[in-house]
């Protein structure tokens, strides 16, 4: 079955950081590009950020921009985002998906959504 599973959430103080992970079971993610989304309590579920299976990076949200990067490690078949100078209102439930080989703008090119990993901002 393949599955992406999101760990690594939980609560962080306005200002800190945090790096969740989304590992891939049951197929490679070197072919794929993983997009990492955000759904806040009450708003529709958005991108973040996005890196292609040739590295490159899209931006989904302009506000995340200089605070949290996206990397993946082949390898370990594994895709992080580090989020630092965290914010109240990135609180939400993270998400990460998979697209073939590049990344897209559009939430229904990808697939195999993992169960999400919370984050909460707050003091």
């Known amino acids: 079955q393949l599955q992406l599973v999101e760990s690594g959430g939980g609560l962080v103080q306005p200002g800190g950081s945090l790096k969740i992970s989304c590992a891939a079971s049951g197929f490679t993610l070197d072919g794929y590009a993983i997009g990492w989304f955000r759904q806040a309590p009450g708003k529709e579920r958005a991108g973040v950020l996005c890196?292609?299976?040739?590295?490159?990076?899209?931006i989904g949200a302009s506000s995340v921009k200089g605070r949290f990067t996206i990397s993946r490690d082949n390898a370990k078949n594994t895709v992080y985002l580090q989020m630092n100078s965290l914010k109240p209102e990135d609180t939400a439930v993270y998400y990460c998906a998979a697209a073939q080989h590049s990344c897209s703008g559009y939430v229904s090119e990808y697939h195999h959504w993992g169960q999400g990993t919370e984050v909460v901002v707050s003091s």
């Open positions: 890196i292609s299976s040739n590295g490159g990076i899209l």
